[in-house]
C-alpha cells in the first residue's frame, strides 16, 4: 500500500482533474479538504472513486454529539476511506460519531481524530486556545481519548508519532501532516519534517499538500515523497 496523501487543496473539480491527470499510471491516495468539497460537493467524491483513488475526505468535524452522528451517517453512504473529526470535540462526541459512520453491515471508513493541528505551536495553544503546557502532552491526550472512543486513530505531527504509539499500541493509525522535503518553505505549517523522518518517527501515512500541488514538477515531487518515505 502506497500511503503517501496528497492534500488536492484546489478550488474545483476541474483543476483537480488537470492536476491528477499528470499522475499516469500512479492512482495516488488523495484527501478532499474544505475547499474542494465546499466548491464542488458530493459530487467530486463519486468523480475521484469512479477514477479509482482512495479517498480521505478531511472535513475535520466538531459540534455536539448528536450533529456529528447524523453528519457522520451522511458520509458513512459516500465510498471514502478514511474520515475525521477534532479530538477537542469531546469523547462523547467521538463515541457519537463512530454511530453514526458505521453502516447497517457494521463497517465503516477508517475515523481519525485531528489532536493538535500542525500549523498550532505550544504559544498559539497555550495563548489562543488556553491550554496550558506543551503540545505533546495535549496530543497523547486527545490520542487516548480518541482510542477509548473507539478511533482509528489520529492526525498528529510526526514529531508525535513515537509517543502516540507508546500511548495507545502500534495498530493505533498516526496520519500526519506538516512534511516538507528540507529544501521546502514551511508555509504556515510549525510543526514540520521531512517524508524520511517522518517514516523513521512512525507515522503511517503522510498528507503531503504544497511540497507537491505547487512543484513544477508535481509527479517528480510525489515520486521523491514516497522514495523518502516507503
Ligand atoms: O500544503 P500542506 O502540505 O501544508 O498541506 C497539509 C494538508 O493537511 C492541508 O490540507 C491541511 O488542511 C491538512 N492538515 C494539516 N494539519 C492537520 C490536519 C490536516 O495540515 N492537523
Redesign the pocket.
Known amino acids: 500500500m502506497n500511503n503517501v496523501i496528497i492534500?488536492c487543496?484546489f478550488a474545483s473539480a476541474e483543476q483537480t482533474y488537470g492536476f491528477l491527470d499528470r499522475f499516469t499510471g500512479d492512482k495516488p491516495f488523495v484527501?478532499i479538504?474544505m475547499e474542494l468539497f465546499y466548491a464542488e460537493g458530493p459530487d467530486i467524491v463519486r468523480q475521484l472513486k469512479a477514477r479509482g483513488h482512495r479517498i480521505f475526505l478531511?472535513l475535520k468535524l466538531h459540534d455536539i454529539p448528536n450533529t456529528v452522528r447524523k453528519a457522520m451517517a451522511v458520509l458513512s453512504r459516500m465510498d471514502v476511506d478514511m474520515v475525521n473529526l477534532h479530538a477537542a470535540g469531546t469523547c462523547d462526541m467521538m463515541r457519537a460519531a463512530v454511530e453514526g459512520l458505521t453502516r447497517p453491515d457494521g463497517t465503516r471508513p477508517i475515523l481519525l481524530a485531528?489532536t493538535q493541528?500542525?500549523?498550532t505551536d505550544r504559544e498559539r495553544m497555550n495563548s489562543d486556545i488556553l491550554i496550558p503546557g506543551e503540545v505533546a502532552d495535549c496530543v497523547r491526550h486527545y490520542a487516548l481519548c480518541a482510542k477509548q472512543s473507539g478511533l482509528d486513530g489520529v492526525?498528529c505531527s510526526p514529531l508525535e508519532a513515537a509517543m502516540v504509539k507508546q500511548a495507545c499500541g502500534k495498530d493505533f493509525l498516526c496520519v500526519t501532516?506538516?512534511?516538507r522535503f528540507a529544501d521546502s518553505d514551511k508555509?504556515d505549517?510549525a510543526r514540520v519534517t521531512t517524508p524520511a523522518m517522518a517514516r523513521q518517527m512512525g507515522s503511517d501515512c503522510i498528507?503531503?499538500?504544497?511540497?507537491i500541488t505547487a512543484a513544477s514538477d508535481p509527479v517528480a515531487a510525489y515520486r521523491r515523497c514516497c522514495d523518502e518515505f516507503c
Do not use: H
Open positions: 492534500a487543496d484527501k479538504g478531511d485531528v493541528l500542525t500549523s492526525v501532516p506538516g512534511i508555509g505549517q498528507v503531503v499538500g504544497r511540497p
